[in-house]
């Protein structure tokens, strides 16, 4: 009897056994999947972080071009006040002349050359059909 008690209780050992073996065999099965699980979180991670690099540097590139359009801007604002300034010292200047020959600024203006070309120093005329081809003069 001992000993058929005594195998009783090893079958009932080795059923536990085998009850803890499919318990852990589960529990690793388990594991695994939250192991899968978690690196494919990690790769989904990895993707974004790598899109939010992508992003940072056209942003990046962005600011650049921005500083490069700003600075642009300031050189045409600070070419146009001297545009300004030169035709305003111009303007005065033909007031000046204006005022000395006794005709009127505009009329004058139409007398003389262009801004950009230069006027004939010798002999002096300020009449602009003096200068060749393209009589300025208009009556």
Known sequence: MVTNEYAKITNEYAEIANEYAEITNEYAEITNEYAEITNEYAEITNGYAEIANEYAEIANEYAEIANEYAEIANEYVEITNEYAEITNEYS?????????????ADRLAQMLPPFDVEMQHEPIRLCGACYGKAPRHRK
């Open 92 to 104: 005065e200047i033909a007031n000046a002349i204006a005022s000395v020959v006794e005709v009127d």
